[in-house]
């Protein structure tokens, strides 16, 4: 069995695998964008901070889980409380309380992310699936003070079996793969809250510190197939974004997208961009395992197209 600390530990490590997505700023979209085309990098960006938002709500989540007890010893995550509820039934609540900066010092955290799991069910079990309770989980960036809030019931399923923390040290563990479904309500900034579905499979391989992590969506809905998340935007139009090539974060690039492409549409509009990660600082597709700093959105309003490049 673990000790405290080196639980503690875990955490600090599962810690880095969040992806950090930053938005552009103001004077980034005035030189690279279009006129017209603003609700469409909204939208790129609205599903970048709810990914990374979202990613780091299921490490932790992974990270309580991993533990493998159902105690109130267990550690948590940085600045978090964690508290075991009564067994009801065959399930029991793991709920995660959050009250101040992650463990990176990059964003401050509140509200609850509540477990509910079978007792007597082993998360590293194949096939073992959790229920996740999103309650006004708020995360707000310290470099600018852009908040955003979650509520909404997510599904976590351990697809392969296995705990992250055995890739590199158990040889017989090559990968361990996740499925992450269900519907959230993002409230932003500006008050605007938004119900968006997800549908998402990762697959983590490599060691703990040396990761790499493929995402694909297998949602679909109104026609449309692949689909990682569905919804509304902030403008109340209906659209859909579909991985149409597997999109691959690596650890040695702090997380950031190196490949991969996604296509998101608002049909009422007339409006789509396909995402393509995977680009230098001088536009250039990245090779010989190098770094990305921007990624290339190529977008088509009505009868009107055109490309441009934002920084990650």
Not at 209 to 215: D, R
Not at 258 to 268: D, H, K, L, M, R
């Amino acid at each position: 069995m673990r000790t405290k600390n080196l639980s503690r530990l875990g955490f600090l490590m599962i810690a880095m695998l969040v992806f950090i997505l930053a938005g552009c700023s103001k004077s980034d979209k005035t030189q690279t964008t279009t006129p017209g085309t603003e609700s469409m990098q909204q939208l790129t960006n609205d599903e970048n901070t709810i990914t990374n938002a979202s990613d780091q709500v299921m490490n932790d989540a992974e990270g309580v889980l991993s533990q493998g007890k159902d105690k109130s010893t267990q550690a948590g995550p940085c600045n978090t409380t964690i508290t075991i509820g009564n067994l009801a039934n065959d399930t029991i609540s793991i709920d995660i309380n959050y009250h101040g900066a992650d463990c990176d010092n990059k964003v401050v955290r509140s509200g609850d992310v509540i477990i509910k799991k079978k007792y007597q069910e082993d998360w590293s079990q194949a096939g073992s699936t959790v229920i996740l309770l999103l309650e006004n989980f708020k995360r707000t960036r310290i470099s600018n003070g852009k908040s955003l809030t979650l509520n909404g019931t997510k599904y976590f399923e351990n697809v392969s079996g296995h705990n992250l923390f055995q890739l590199g040290l158990d040889s017989t563990v090559t990968s361990v793969v996740h499925k992450i479904w269900g519907n959230i309500t993002a409230t932003f900034d500006d008050n605007s809250t938004k119900i968006w579905s997800i549908a998402r499979e990762e697959t983590y391989t490599g060691s703990l510190i040396n990761l790499v992590m493929t995402e694909d969506g297998f949602g679909s809905a109104d026609g449309y197939s692949n689909l990682e998340y569905w919804g509304t935007d902030r403008n109340s139009e209906q659209f859909y974004s579909s991985i149409t090539q597997s999109v691959v974060y690596r650890q040695v690039c702090n997380f950031n997208p190196c490949s991969g492409i996604v296509n998101s549409v608002i049909p009422s509009a007339s409006k789509s961009a396909t995402t393509t990660f995977g680009y230098d600082s001088n536009n250039n597709l990245i090779t010989n395992g190098d770094c990305p700093s921007r990624y290339r959105i190529d977008w088509v309003i009505g009868n009107k197209s055109g490309t441009f490049f934002l920084p990650l």
